[in-house]
């Protein structure tokens, strides 16, 4: 469905993936450092990272997304949470934290379906945090 390279309905080194309630298909793509979007036929939708929402240097290993749709794109280089809107036309925020606090390492996150819980993947440990 998905050819290899680095235009935009193409993938690199895709690490993870999502699928909203409304068939859009959203691939961490970290070769690229990208967040890319497809439709159920796999055409390109839109992409965020670089050059159009962050200005930093960043390796996407894992996304997920909320009951509202919002898109949760995981940076284990960075050590950083980002949230997109669910079309990803707009950066909502950036959880970070220093070297030995609970988003070090982050590999992989996941939400319940009510969102009140958070499942977070680290290099060596698994943690399941309360939402508010």
């Not at 439709?39 to 960043?58: H, R, T």
């Not at 809107?85 to 970070?96: C, G, H, I, V």
């Amino acid at each position: 469905m998905f050819s290899r390279g680095s235009n935009d309905g193409e993938l690199k080194s895709p690490s993870g993936v999502t699928v909203s309630m409304n068939g859009i298909i959203t691939v961490a793509d970290s070769g690229n450092g990208y967040i890319k979007q497809f439709d159920i036929n796999g055409n390109f939708v839109n992409k965020a990272g670089y050059v159009n929402a962050l200005p930093e240097n960043y390796s996407f290993s894992s996304v997920a997304s909320d009951s509202k749709g919002n898109i949760f794109a995981v940076d284990g280089w960075n050590n950083q949470v980002y949230e997109f809107s669910s079309d990803l036309s707009n950066f909502l925020s950036k959880y970070s934290c220093a070297s030995g606090y609970p988003f070090d390492g982050v590999r992989s996150i996941s939400f319940s379906n009510s969102d009140k819980m958070a499942l977070v993947v680290q290099a060596n440990k698994i943690t399941l945090y309360g939402v508010d």
